[in-house]
């Protein structure tokens, strides 16, 4: 056997042999090398990082912000643009330029302000009495399974029927006060929130069910500490969702006998043949829906920070 073998069946090894390495920004020095008979003693190595490699975060941020806003931006100046040139009749379709003119004298004078106000109130109310009801139906009848199987005809048969089909019926049960405009957002926020929950309830973990069991977890606590938190990640998806149709359905609600909100605010453009008013309040409305549903992404994100979602490739 030659030295060369000997050395690797001994276990020595000579540091002097090993490649060293280095990276741009980083400064390697090995201290208290020392060799006994071919055996390296303990070395500390210290690494210092350079701060030379610059950070790219900022101009993913752009990056990110103008892949977002840069369709709605083109889109705009092309509409614009038409606009200018004639192509589009500014009676049917404003310019853009004009509708923002319109929102900014409506803020000014306060009428967009009252509006919003009322329109809100009114979607909170509906979306908060839609909220309780669905959601606590839907555990109770998650739940129990004759219950289950009683009312899933019912929710089945009711809930393609469009909210707007249930004003003449509100009209005569509410008269033309605002418990009809209530009755109308309740109804279309509540059946997104009951089916999510349903499903949520449904999709519980068998496994976790059956040790519950054996383990004889009282009930509640296995409600309470077990299939809620499983099940809310699809509960908080069903209540964007309510959310959502709430603001859909305040317009129709509105359509009841109303003399303010953006539902009227849009009608009462439409009678007076001006364009530019019925789309400022839709932009607003769009507003208005994309800030309740950033909320609740938010509250989301916070109670089930847990769950980690697929972003996208």
Same mark, same amino acid.
């Given at each position: 056997m030659d030295d060369s073998q000997r050395s690797v069946h001994s276990g020595a090894f000579n540091s002097r042999d090993a490649p060293r390495l280095s990276f741009p920004g980083c400064q390697t020095q090995r201290r208290g090398s020392r060799e006994d008979g071919g055996i390296v003693s303990k070395q500390a190595v210290s690494t210092t990082i350079g701060h030379s490699v610059p950070s790219y975060r900022p101009l993913a941020l752009l990056? /990110?912000? &103008?892949v977002r806003v840069g369709p709605l931006v083109a889109l705009v100046t092309v509409w614009?643009?038409?606009?200018d040139f004639g192509a589009v009749r500014p009676v049917l379709l404003p310019a853009p330029s004009t509708i923002v003119r319109t929102i900014w004298n409506m803020t000014l004078s306060g009428e967009l302000a009252e509006h919003v106000a009322v329109s809100s109130a009114r979607v909170l109310q509906g979306f908060g009495i839609a909220a309780v009801l669905a959601l606590a139906l839907g555990i109770v009848m998650g739940l129990i399974g004759p219950l289950n199987r #009683? /009312?899933?005809l019912m929710v089945q048969v009711l809930k393609p029927i469009p909210p707007i089909a249930w004003i003449p019926l509100s009209i005569l049960w509410f008269g033309i006060g605002e418990e009809a405009k209530i009755f109308i957002i309740v109804l279309g926020a509540f059946f997104p929130i009951l089916v999510s929950t349903l499903d949520a309830v449904h999709q519980t973990d068998v496994r976790y069910v059956e040790l519950a069991r054996v383990l004889e977890v009282p009930r509640l606590n296995f409600i309470r500490q077990v299939?809620?938190? +499983? &099940?809310l990640p699809q509960i908080m998806s069903g209540l964007r969702l309510g959310i959502t149709m709430s603001w859909m359905c305040v317009v129709a609600a509105e359509l009841i006998a109303a003399s303010s909100g953006i539902g009227f605010l849009i009608m009462d453009g439409r009678v007076m043949s001006n364009a530019s008013v019925v789309l400022a309040g839709m932009i607003? #409305? +769009?507003v208005l829906g994309k800030l309740t549903d950033d909320a609740l992404r938010f509250a989301e994100r916070r109670l089930v920070r847990w769950r980690a979602g697929f972003s996208g490739l």
């Open positions: 990056s /990110a912000f &103008a614009q643009v038409a606009c #009683l /009312a899933d299939m809620i938190p +499983g &099940a607003t #409305l +769009g």
